[in-house]
Structure formats: structure tokens, C-alpha cells
């Protein structure tokens, strides 16, 4: 049953009511309103219900994007203004007139982009300029083309030591892992892993940073107290109590563990977000598959949601995760925006394409990337002649991608706070200094250097690696998270022209179902018709001689009969004609002789 059919189930009863009360007020009566005004009336109202409902939750949910002090509601004021709109309109009598107007006043309301249709931009088109890329000086030297990737051929340079961690340019850098899969997790639970790590302690990354300064110089203090004490003042020893320096380590020990557990809050919160970014980006393209009204709207937002995730890449990670480019090379921009330029081509695969000029020349002239992105995502939404409640929901998945850049840089520019991470820095380097003191009465010349070095090294390496994990862009693997995103609209792209293909073909195939048994039934309807044909021409021939007979004998009788009262008829005028003539002649010589 329609839609309008199940209305009118429930709105008949109520329509003379309607009519009745509204006949005195000279109003137009609700009886005389069509069916399919009053499906268009309802779903009215179910929209402007719906756009309250999300403005209320927006204005409780609205965030900060980046450093700007406006809040963005994306658009809730305007849809507000025109719910409200609706609201008003609908309460009016003359429903029937004002529902369209208001379908289409509201839907103007949704559409308008005056950011993307201004002054510059008309001038732009009408003098027909068009801008042009900027193309890079240099060609990729690490980005390699997804058509040609490998195994042996990829993006990722892995640590040869440790197959599945990326390599360390420089000692300076955190230990970068890949995504986990069942491999992994079985070799992360070996129950050997301790003698394998304790293996590879000296190529550990807390280790290669702490070696130089901090354990370097607490060896130094160790080595220059054993020598004072057995060459220069082997009497009188320098040395501090044990037990003071215990109740020192406790506390230093507590503010290591609360060091680390602040900075692997902000490493978890980093990874949600970014597995938000990969939920907004899956939601936009279903939903850009499904409401999108064209094929060429369609795949413009599925590129710009494939370049989402990479504009952000390149926005939280400075070198776009390419870990072997060095910062000290004078033309290290040049280089970078070289590697962002043939990621982007490979996307969208068509250097003309606008959006990919206006993305490209928007980092090259240090603009703001997911944001130049997110306009195109919503300037496409603008223009969509389509439900404006389908708009609206996917507005909802850029918003929530927006949404999600701006926690990500909350992360990146606001770390712990540095008065605090100063602090800490100088209690332990007081406290690895004058461990020595406290262990050379105890352990003597020979084990003072490495009883320091090995309890420096456990504490210092729990605040080294919280200090490594407060940003957490530079050790999650975004460029594989990027990835994974990209493979996922193409996935939700094929898998759209897959059901089209097939629903194609299964409507071709009902076609062709339908017209065999058409030809099969017209065919057997000719047979039936030839058949009957067949077996009715006997019977018409004896039928043929049976009215010949029949006939024959009919007309001979008939003949006959007709001839005689034909001949009768004839005598018996031929006799009265004779009776009168004779009278006639006897009253003439009646008259005669009187005279």
C-alpha cells in the first residue's frame, strides 16, 4: 500500500469534521485538499520536526575548529530558521497551497552556498580564467603509485631487525608499528619474547636515546665518585644514606607511571579519533552513493573523501609520514610538496580536475588542507537537487569528520602542560645524578656504575617513552589508517556498481524473461488458432452441402408456394375486373333506354 493510500485510511474519517468546521469560516475545507497534498503536508512536518530535533542537539554538541574562537553549527541556524518556517506555514488553512512553496523555500535555504558563489569567483567565470596547479620542482622520490605496489615494492621502509616496525632515521625517533594482525599478536605473545627483548635492548629507541646524555653523565658522576673514593679520599668517602634515597625513588618511580598513563591518554584519544575519521569517511560515501542525485556528483565526493585522510596526514604530520625525508635539506618544503602532489594525482587521477588544483594549491601555499577539503564536500551537498533530509545527513558526516580535525588539533598544539614536563625533566636528572651516592656505600667501586645505570635506565626510559607518546601523530601509522580509508570507498564504490550491474542485468533479464513468454504465448495461440483451423474446415464443407440441399429444397418450395398465390392472386383480380366491367356496361344501357 502508498504512502498516500495509508494516509487517506487515517485521514477520511477526519475530513468531514475538518470540512464541517471550516464551512462557516468561508475557509477552504479540508475534504476538497488531495491525497497527495496531505502526503506532501506530513512529510512536512516530519521534516521540520526532524531539523529541531538535530539544531537542539547541535547547539548542545557544536565544537571549535582549529584556533578560531566561532563555534560552526554547520548550517543548523538557516535549517532552523526554515523549520520554523514550515511550522508556521503549515498551521495556516490553505494547506494544500503552501506546502510546495515551502518544500522549495526550505530547500533554497539548505542549498545556498554564498561562500562558493561570490563576487570573485562570477568575475572568474565570466572572464573565463581558470585556475591552473602548481606543479612540483621535483618528481616523487618515496611515493610509490598504488598500481604499483608490492610486497617488495611499497611505501613503508622496514627495520631490519624487526620486520614489522618502520625504520629510525635517527636515534631520536619512537618505535613506529604497523596495524596488528594475527601475526603479529602471536609474536607480540611469545613466550620467549623477554629473552628476545632483552636481546635487543642496546637497539631499543628508549635506550639509543637515553645512552647519550642522561646515562652517559650519570656513568660519569658514578666513575668520578669511585675514583675520589679509592684514589683521593679513600679515608673519608663520598656517599649519602641509602634509605633517604629509597623513600626519593618511590616518588620519583609514581610521577614516571603518572607521566606515562597522561601521555598514553592522549595516544588513545588520537587512535579514536582517527577511528572516527574512518566511520564519517565510510558514512559519507555509502551515503554519497545512495542520495547523491548523478553519476558525476558521486564520484567527486567519493576522490575528495579518499583525499581527506591524506590532506590530514599531511596536516598533523609534518612530513606526511615520509620518515626518510630530512628536515635539513634547504628544499625540504619543495620535496614535500612534491610526495603531497603525486598522492593527490593518484586519487584523482586527472591534473585537471578543479578540486584537485584548488587541494594542491592550497597546500602549496600553506592553506588549510581537510578545511579546503570539507568545503568541496559541502559545496557538492549545496548543489544536490535531492530531499533535503538526505542532504542534511550527509551534511552530518562532514560535519563529524570537521569535527574530528579539530580534536586532532587540540592534540597536536596543546601538550602536556610544560611547566610540568620541565619539572619532571629536572627532578630526574637530580635524582639520576645522585643515585651513585646513594649505592656506593652499598655496592662499592666496582657495582656503583652499573647498579646507577641499570635503575636510571628503568625509571628514565617509563618518562622517556611518555614523553615520546604525548604526540601521538608521530607514531601512529596515519599513512596505513589513510590507506585502509581509501581501500574502504573503493570497496563501497565497486560494490555499488557491482549491485547496479547486477540489477541491471537481473531488469534485463526480467525483460527478456517477459518477451520469451510473450513470443511463447503468441505462439501458442497461433498453433491453437491454425487447429482449430484444421479442424474445422471438414465441417464446413458438409456444412456448405447441407445448406446447399436445404436451400435448394427451401427456394423450391418456397418457389412454388409463392407461384401459386401469385397466380391466384392474378385470377381473382382478372375475374372482379371482368364482374365490373360487365356491370358497368349494364348501367350504361339502363341509362340508355330511359332516355
Request: proline share 5%; hydrophobic share 40%; glycine share 6%.
Amino acid at each position: 500500500m502508498s504512502f498516500s493510500a495509508r494516509l487517506y485510511s487515517k485521514v477520511r474519517p477526519l475530513a468531514s469534521t475538518a470540512s464541517a468546521a471550516t464551512a462557516t469560516a468561508s475557509a477552504p475545507s479540508l475534504s476538497a485538499v488531495s491525497i497527495d497534498n496531505w502526503a506532501s503536508a506530513t512529510r512536512s512536518n516530519f521534516y521540520a520536526a526532524q531539523l529541531k530535533r538535530n539544531d537542539a542537539l547541535r547547539r548542545r554538541s557544536f565544537s571549535f575548529v582549529g584556533s578560531s574562537s566561532r563555534p560552526t553549527f554547520g548550517g543548523g541556524g538557516r535549517a532552523s530558521a526554515s523549520s520554523l518556517l514550515i511550522s508556521e506555514q503549515l498551521a495556516t488553512p490553505d494547506l494544500a497551497a503552501r506546502v510546495a512553496p515551502l518544500h522549495l523555500q526550505q530547500h533554497r535555504n539548505y542549498s545556498a552556498a554564498p561562500e562558493v558563489i561570490n563576487d570573485e569567483n562570477v568575475e572568474a567565470a565570466k572572464s573565463g580564467e581558470v585556475p591552473s596547479v602548481v606543479r612540483p620542482a621535483f618528481p616523487p622520490k618515496h611515493y610509490v603509485p598504488r598500481s604499483e605496489r608490492s610486497e617488495t615494492n611499497t611505501v613503508f621502509e622496514f627495520d631490519p631487525l624487526y620486520k614489522d616496525r618502520l625504520v629510525k632515521t635517527s636515534r631520536a625517533c619512537p618505535t613506529r608499528e604497523l596495524n596488528y594482525g594475527p601475526k603479529q599478536w602471536l609474536r607480540h605473545k611469545d613466550p620467549w619474547r623477554r629473552v628476545r627483548h632483552i636481546g635487543s635492548l642496546f637497539n631499543s629507541s628508549p635506550f639509543r636515546r637515553l645512552a647519550l646524555p642522561d646515562l652517559a653523565v650519570t656513568a660519569s658522576v658514578g666513575a668520578a665518585l669511585s675514583y675520589y673514593n679509592v684514589f683521593v679520599s679513600p679515608d673519608i668517602p663520598l656517599g649519602m644514606d641509602g634509605s633517604a634515597m629509597a623513600g626519593a625513588t618511590t616518588a620519583i618511580g609514581l610521577l614516571a607511571a603518572f607521566r606515562l598513563n597522561a601521555s598514553y591518554g592522549r595516544w588513545d584519544e588520537a587512535r579514536k579519533f582517527w577511528g572516527e575519521i574512518n566511520n564519517s569517511t565510510r558514512d559519507l560515501a555509502g551515503n554519497a552513493v545512495m542520495w547523491l542525485d548523478s553519476d558525476k556528483r558521486k564520484t567527486r565526493m567519493l576522490k575528495v573523501a579518499k583525499a581527506f585522510p591524506f590532506g590530514m596526514l599531511f596536516h598533523l604530520n609534518e612530513s606526511g609520514a615520509h620518515l626518510r625525508l630530512s628536515r635539513k635539506d634547504p628544499r625540504y618544503h619543495e620535496r614535500k610538496y612534491s610526495e603531497f602532489y603525486a598522492e593527490m594525482n593518484d586519487i584523482f587521477q586527472d591534473e585537471t580536475d578543479p578540486d584537485f588544483v584548488q587541494i594542491c594549491n592550497t597546500f602549496y601555499h600553506g592553506g588549510h588542507v581537510p578545511l579546503c577539503v570539507s568545503a568541496i564536500m559541502r559545496s557538492i551537498i549545496a548543489v544536490n537537487d535531492t530531499d533535503p533530509i538526505y542532504n542534511r545527513e550527509m551534511d552530518e558526516q562532514v560535519q563529524r569528520l570537521v569535527g574530528q580535525l579539530g580534536m586532532c588539533e587540540r592534540l597536536l598544539r596543546t601538550p602536556i602542560p610544560t611547566c610540568f614536563t620541565r619539572h619532571t625533566s629536572r627532578l630526574f636528572f637530580f635524582w639520576s645524578n645522585l643515585l651513585p651516592f646513594a649505592m656506593y656505600s652499598s655496592l662499592g667501586p666496582l657495582g656503583t656504575i652499573p647498579g646507577s645505570l641499570l635503575v636510571s635506565y628503568a625509571v628514565l626510559g617509563i618518562e622517556d617513552i611518555g614523553v615520546q607518546l604525548e604526540e601521538p601523530f608521530n607514531i601512529l601509522p596515519l599513512r596505513q589508517y589513510s590507506d585502509v580509508m581509501f581501500d574502504a570507498v573503493n570497496s563501497i564504490e565497486g560494490s555499488y556498481l557491482e549491485t547496479n550491474r547486477r540489477m541491471a542485468a537481473a531488469v534485463l533479464e526480467a525483460q527478456a524473461q517477459v518477451q520469451r513468454k510473450e513470443a511463447e504465448q503468441e505462439e501458442a495461440q497461433a498453433a491453437k488458432v491454425a487447429l482449430k483451423v484444421v479442424e474445422e474446415e471438414p465441417v464446413k464443407e458438409s456444412l456448405k452441402q447441407v445448406n446447399g440441399t436445404n436451400g435448394a429444397r427451401v427456394n423450391g418450395t418456397n418457389g412454388a408456394r409463392n407461384g401459386k398465390v401469385w397466380n391466384g392472386q392474378n385470377g381473382y383480380a382478372k375475374k372482379r375486373t371482368e364482374i365490373g366491367n360487365d356491370a358497368l356496361f349494364g348501367q350504361m344501357a339502363m341509362l340508355g333506354n330511359q332516355r
